[in-house]
């Protein structure tokens, strides 16, 4: 069994550039979640995908963007990067009605 | 909109101490509540509580809901260097019976001396 996979692992990028961030969630799981952690909090949550579409937002403006393919896999878009954005970016699969969340590692953005 | 309040926010120790996390919430609807620990970037799984009163335990590690009080407590006992962690609580709500979001704390900073 597979966990939770991300790639890139850092990233570096420059304010008003994109970027695209990749999941490959755990086996036998069919929902993917966001979460955007900066540095000393606790991680918020971006989206949610189910099915290949979204499933629930928090507060985050329109360009942060995803999708979930086939396989259950995702992608966190996010476009006109902003200092701000410097984080580290969480992705957790889970499989619906049920508790387990699993973490992947983690992309470290870094804003410059 | 949930709120999650762990405390302290950040805590050293010695090895072989004892110490208590606390994490207070209020949400809309409660689900759940989970404690996670986080070493370097993934958060790991520690416990899940829905029910008040009854206490998970899983070595030297064990954790309680108040559900009226609406809080949680992480215990651990003799505590060891590789203890040293974020411990982060979170809340999931209710929602249609999906999984949806947690809220997260601030998470609370472990550091164990020898």
């Known amino acids: 069994e597979t966990g939770v996979t991300q790639s890139p692992t850092h990233l570096i990028k420059t304010r008003g550039q994109q970027v695209t961030l990749r999941c490959s969630s755990q086996s036998g799981h069919n929902t993917v979640s966001w979460y955007q952690q900066a540095l000393g909090q606790g991680p918020q949550f971006i989206f949610q995908?189910?099915?290949?579409?979204?499933?629930g937002r928090g507060n985050f403006p329109p360009r942060f963007s995803g999708l979930q393919f086939p396989n259950y896999s995702s992608e966190l878009n996010v476009n006109a990067l902003e200092l701000d954005d410097s984080a580290l970016y969480l992705c957790?699969?889970?499989?619906?009605?049920?508790?387990?969340?699993?973490f992947g590692s983690g992309t470290r953005l870094t804003v410059v | 909109e949930d709120k999650v309040v762990q405390s302290p926010l950040s805590l050293v120790v010695h090895e072989g101490d004892t110490v208590t996390l606390n994490c207070s919430y209020e949400?809309?609807?409660?689900?759940?509540l989970l404690w996670y620990k986080q070493e370097k970037k993934a958060p790991t799984f520690l416990f899940m509580l829905?029910?008040?009163?009854i206490e998970k335990k899983s070595g030297r590690l064990s954790s309680i809901l108040d559900k009226k009080e609406l809080f949680s407590i992480l215990n651990i006992t003799a505590t060891q260097t590789g203890d040293s962690a974020i411990y982060l609580c979170?809340?999931?709500?209710?929602?249609?019976?999906?999984?949806?979001?947690?809220?997260f704390g601030k998470g609370t900073l472990l550091t164990v001396n020898p």
């Open positions: 949400v809309t609807n409660f689900r759940s």
């Open positions: 979170a809340v999931a709500p209710a929602s249609g019976g999906s999984n949806y979001k947690l809220t």
């Open positions: 995908y189910y099915r290949e579409e979204e499933n």
């Open positions: 829905t029910s008040s009163g």
């Open positions: 957790a699969s889970s499989l619906r009605g049920t508790h387990g969340y699993t």
